[in-house]
């Protein structure tokens, strides 16, 4: 097994979900600059949702998805750019908007149950020319050998890497080189593995993956992410330099990005809090984070509550709606 791992970087965009999608173009040139020049090949940048995400249900970004893009494409020499794109929510026309702007990869992003929802946009990107990185997202959710099956569908559209992807920041180690390796078994694509931090064990899960058959490991500067953050980009570097993998970057410049450009950014600590924890605990999508303890505060019953309830419930991405519904509810048996 060759002992190289491509460090994909996501503080672009699932970053954007812990400063409210506030970035602007020139942060997103900042800080793209810097990941090109520690050795980051490929940059996920725009919306924290995706693109076409941003309306009053996920949050207005401060600019564009195509000003996003364009920022970072002008910023970086060597870097691909990337975007996420989430079936339901983008279409087509933004994902030609992207394309338009300069990205040359695309991350199609499907719930675990749904690989079939990805066929449209895949065999699309495909077509033109990009490069077709697949998620499957709450991938907890799922046995390992039910979780492949999805992943041949993918394989089947023509997707490059298929993601197992810890939406949740719900699976220990265990889990997720299960997981990995199930996939690495069921299809010839490479693997890839997105971590959040809800339990801890962000970066013990993505070394594990590695060493399972995950050649693709996504991070974000300071861990900047939804929830608890994600697994750290310069914590994996350094900690894959360490285990004896070559990831093609530099640790040094990671640092300097992540402490001068990112850390003064950042609007509060990513922090495994209360909530993150919780959320993780019971298996909630970790966007629903800040929603969360916003529904908590206007109805005065426990964040905690609220999330056990949806994690009960199996609610999942892209059912934002039913965080209302539940805080209402459990206000409502308090009287």
């Known amino acids: 097994m060759s002992n190289r791992i491509t460090l994909v970087d996501t503080t672009l965009r699932d970053g954007m979900s812990s400063v409210s999608h506030r970035f602007t173009a020139r942060n997103v040139a900042d800080i793209a600059r810097g990941l090109d020049r520690a050795g980051v090949s490929t940059i996920e940048v725009a919306h924290g949702i995706g693109v076409g995400a941003s309306s009053i249900q996920y949050g207005f970004a401060a600019e564009t998805d195509p000003d996003y893009v364009r920022a970072a494409v002008e910023a970086v020499s060597n870097a691909e750019i990337a975007v996420l794109y989430v079936p339901g929510i983008a279409t087509l026309a933004d994902l030609l908007g992207a394309v338009d702007a300069g990205i040359r990869t695309v991350r199609v992003a499907v719930h675990c149950t749904e690989a079939d929802c990805a066929e449209q946009p895949v065999k699309w990107a495909k077509t033109a020319g990009l490069t077709v990185m697949t998620f499957l997202m709450m991938s907890h959710k799922l046995e390992p050998e039910t979780l492949a099956e999805q992943a041949r569908k993918l394989a089947s559209y023509g997707a490059d890497v298929i993601y197992v992807v810890d939406s949740a920041g719900a699976l220990l180690p265990k889990g997720a080189a299960e997981r990995v390796a199930a996939l690495r078994s069921a299809v010839s694509a490479d693997i890839g593995f997105h971590a959040h931090n809800n339990l801890g064990v962000g970066i013990a899960n993505a070394l594990v993956a590695a060493e399972n058959g995950a050649t693709f490991i996504d991070g974000s500067l300071r861990g900047l992410g939804a929830s608890a953050g994600n697994a750290q ?61 916003r529904a908590a505060a206007k109805f005065g019953v426990p ?15 892209g059912q934002e709606d039913m965080i209302i519904d539940v805080a209402h509810e459990l206000a409502g048996a308090a009287r």
Not at 248 to 276: C, K, N, R
Request: glycine residues 10%.
């Open 303 to 317: 964040a905690r509550d609220i999330l056990l309830e949806l994690g009960r419930r199996g609610v999942i991405g």
């Open 233 to 293: 980009t310069e914590v994996l570097a350094a900690a894959f330099e360490r285990a004896g993998w070559d990831t093609g970057v530099e640790l040094f410049p990671l640092i300097d990005t992540a402490e001068q450009i990112v850390a003064p950014l950042m609007t509060e600590p990513q922090i495994v809090d209360e909530t993150a924890l919780v959320l993780g605990y019971a298996g909630v999508y970790s966007t629903f984070f800040h929603p969360t303890k």
